[in-house]
């Protein structure tokens, strides 16, 4: 099953559940980056990034490319997507670069706002899974198997005080932060109650019943 899950791409991240801040010595603490799930399939000279349903997303982001120069081994890192913009995560930006389809109009894109990898898990390296490994020694095998750099950024964490820094994520505006049970093990597609999602910032969805439009025919509002 080891080699399968990277040959025939069969890895699937693990999904986080809603929580609210708190502190504990059995959690590390990281922030919530706004930006796209991946997963990508490394090893010397090939990227292989994916988002969470598993589309491959080389052509949209061909900036990643280098990410294949920061790895000796093969291996499956999952993390986030991100385009920042004045320090914070700019997922607007992010999110019309996703639509794209003209190769010149993405070319343009990936040098005007490149996208970074931001890594936080290791699934998989040189042939073995890592999924039954704790995460803090999952976190440590992610260091030594990657190097920073060609778009690759490896998160921060901190222990035990994550109100402390939910409260600086607070002040200035991001989204939220991520609190991981130190010894959890990777339970690929299944939403886990040992990681949860804080949001500061909220989102919702919402359904447009109709469009009332002004003179010129453009829109004025909507309900």
């Excluded at 990034?49 to 490319?65: A, S």
């Excluded at 999952?78 to 010149?104: A, H, N, W």
């Excluded at 040098?111 to 890592?130: M, S």
């Amino acid at each position: 099953m080891s080699q399968d899950l990277y040959e025939k791409r069969l890895a699937r991240p693990m999904l986080l559940t809603e929580g609210s801040p708190f502190n504990s010595k059995d959690y590390i603490f990281e922030l919530k980056f706004d930006g796209i799930r991946a997963l990508t399939y490394l090893e010397p000279g090939q990227v292989d990034l994916r988002n969470k349903r598993n589309k491959w997303l080389n052509p949209t982001y061909p900036e990643l490319n280098g990410l294949a120069h920061t790895v000796q081994k093969r291996c499956i890192i999952d993390g986030e997507l991100v385009i920042m913009s004045r320090g914070k995560p700019d997922f607007y930006t992010l999110q019309k670069r996703s639509l794209l389809t003209d190769p010149y109009k993405i070319e343009r894109a990936s040098k005007r706002h490149p996208v970074l990898f931001i890594a936080y898990d290791i699934l998989y390296v040189d042939g073995k899974e890592c999924l039954r490994m704790p995460l803090l020694e999952r976190k440590a095998l992610l260091a030594k198997t990657v190097q920073e750099g060609h778009g690759l950024v490896l998160t921060q964490y901190i222990e035990e005080q994550g109100i402390t820094l939910f409260e600086q994520v607070k002040a200035r505006q991001l989204e939220g932060i991520i609190a991981k049970k130190k010894d959890s093990i990777y339970q690929m597609g299944i939403r886990s109650k040992n990681w949860l999602k804080i949001k500061h910032l909220k989102d919702a969805d919402f359904i447009i019943c109709g469009v009332i439009r002004n003179e010129t025919g453009g829109i004025k509002s909507l309900r």
